[in-house]
């Protein structure tokens, strides 16, 4: 028997029998630290499931089915060290854990609190598998699970600037990343169509209005993540993609930095990048960081300074080695998108990996399918510059890691057809469910640069998204693929072979095929998704949301039967 977990465990194996959760089954936690965990765990699963868990600090003895929660650092098995850079800075912390399934008891031990979060993800994705509407008794198979994150860095960047989400949606983000191991949110909070900062708005602008999150709104999201071990990493986006910041300031055009470009042919976009030789441009960045940095408490502010369109060379390495310096000097440690490295690189930055090659329409204009091809001579350069600098590089592939690309698979009916229509950029080749999960960060720098890359953050952009329900159709079920890169990563580089092909048969670089390495193929990779979309179409355990039995994943991926998703239900989230 297989268990339906993503991502994937780095061991889990079936023991045979099984433990009944039933009515008020004790979850035993005797280390205080982990008490709001649990409690939080005990809450999630009364309203995943309608069954309630009773929390007991210390006892019962070991005579009583119960789920037992410990402290156990040094009882641990000894796993390889995650790679990459940590969210949390230079102390990153301990994701290792333990999980026994047992007929008489389950025990969690873990080294820290992270751990035990981890942990009981694991056992709530079980709990909501094997659920149904008819029991108030829940079973769950044998097991002993080992597991440990392939990489320290796993996140999604959330496109906030051009669509905004009230704070309770960006909670439910949250706690989708919890759900699949993710732990970085990445917010996009300025672009040329929205600045959602609270301060940088100018004097005219009211911070009543709708479209801005109020100091207290992010804090309270910081909070919200940090109790899932979700980081916050905050993005201001300059010197491109500025036209917002300089619509409420209209001092900051300096005559020669707003640039007309048509992309497709007879579509007119402004360029709009800030001017470094004008003091009140970095007077008033300063005074944005500064004030980010007072709202986020994480290690990492993002600069942006990707597509600086139009913007002289010498003004746009002038400007990002200033800004770089500038969040230094506020203690903190700035990232910036692949172009940043075009301003030269010290061991400290890191640059995140995103213009990557991707198929492209036919129907394509030649002088868009040239400009972009350009641009992608200079990503490549960009990464070499990397490479040579020795940073880290956190991989998010346009290719595979992009979610507004838009879904090949056929909609599985008229509403259906609706949304897919209108959904992601045209500018790409739609591309498959299975194609999205046909990669290997490992790889994505280059044969023998694995050690380079820094992390895995999926990205979804929302040019075409009108609300939540949108935004859930593009995520899902693509995010759940990303997390399984993220954190359970490759054994070993493909040969020429697509990694789908790979995966399928060398068992993810073992030598032989083990069970677990079954399960991080695609086929079994299918296998699980298909059991979390079952929970979801039929007492909403799983994936929740209020889309989810619309998605391509219908069409894509279903069994004999599954069809009837196409019939949508409000489902409460999570």
Aim: charged share 20%.
């Amino acid at each position: 028997m297989s268990h339906p977990v993503i991502p994937v465990p780095v061991r889990s194996d079936s023991t045979g029998g099984q433990f009944t959760f039933s009515p008020g089954t004790a979850v035993v936690c005797t280390y205080r630290d982990f008490v709001p965990i649990v409690e939080r765990f005990c809450a999630d699963i009364k309203r995943r499931t309608g069954l309630h868990l009773e929390v007991m600090a210390g006892g019962p003895g070991r005579g009583r089915p119960a789920v037992h929660v410990e402290l156990a650092a040094g009882e641990l098995p000894s796993l390889r060290v995650p790679l990459g850079v940590s969210p949390s800075g230079d102390v990153p912390l301990d994701e290792r854990y333990s999980l026994a399934v047992d007929p008489d008891e389950v025990v969690l031990r873990a080294a820290e609190p992270v751990g035990v979060a981890r942990g009981l993800t694991t056992l709530t994705q079980l709990l909501a598998a094997a659920a149904s509407t008819e029991a108030a008794t829940i079973a769950v198979g044998g097991a002993q699970i080992l597991d440990a994150p392939w990489y320290r860095w796993r996140g999604l960047s959330l496109d906030l600037a051009r669509t905004f989400f009230p704070l309770d949606e960006v909670h439910r983000v949250v706690d989708l990343l919890a759900l699949y191991k993710l732990n970085v949110l990445h917010l996009h909070l300025t672009d040329d169509q929205g600045w959602r900062l609270p301060v940088g708005a100018g004097a005219g602008r009211r911070r009543t209005d709708p479209g801005f999150y109020s100091p207290g709104d992010l804090r309270a999201l910081v909070a919200y993540a940090e109790d899932r071990f979700v980081t916050i990493v905050p993005e201001v986006d300059t010197p491109g993609h500025s036209a917002a910041l300089v619509q409420m300031h209209p001092e900051l055009a300096t005559g020669r930095n707003r640039v007309e470009f048509e992309l497709p042919p007879g579509t007119k976009h402004e360029a709009v990048w800030l001017d470094p030789d004008l003091p009140a441009t970095l007077e008033l960045v300063q005074e944005v960081l500064g004030a980010v940095a007072a709202i986020f408490p994480g290690p990492y502010i993002h600069i942006g300074g990707d597509e600086p369109r139009g913007m002289p060379h010498d003004l746009y390495a002038s400007y990002v080695g200033w800004a770089r310096e500038s969040v230094r000097a506020i203690g903190k440690r700035p990232l910036g998108w692949q172009e940043s490295a075009r301003a030269g690189l010290g061991r400290d930055d890191i640059i995140q990996y995103w213009f990557t090659d991707i198929a492209l329409p036919a129907s394509l204009p030649p002088q868009v399918r040239a400009e972009l091809d350009a641009d992608l001579e200079l990503s490549r350069k960009d990464i070499e510059a990397a490479v040579a600098a020795s940073v880290p590089v956190i991989v998010s592939p346009l290719s595979h890691c992009y979610f507004d690309v838009p879904y090949a698979e056929p909609s599985a009916g008229p509403a259906q057809a609706e949304r897919q229509g209108r959904l992601g950029l045209r500018l790409y080749s739609p591309v498959t469910v299975a194609g999205s999960f046909d990669w290997a960060p490992a790889l994505v720098l280059g044969p023998g640069r694995a050690g380079q890359v820094a992390g895995v953050e999926a990205a979804i952009w929302c040019e075409t998204v009108t609300d939540f329900d949108d935004l859930t159709f593009l995520l899902l079920p693509r995010l759940a693929g990303a997390a399984q890169k993220a954190w359970g990563g490759p054994r070993r580089p493909p040969g020429p072979t697509t990694v789908a092909a790979w995966l399928d048969t060398a068992g993810c670089g073992c030598k032989t095929i083990s069970p677990i390495s079954a399960l991080r193929r695609w086929t079994g990779y299918r296998r699980a998704v298909l059991a979390h979309c079952v929970a979801a179409a039929t007492v909403g355990k799983m994936w929740s949301w209020p889309t989810f039995s619309k998605s391509p994943v219908v069409a894509a991926m279903s069994l004999a039967g599954l069809c009837k998703w196409a019939m949508a239900k409000s489902m409460p989230f999570l």
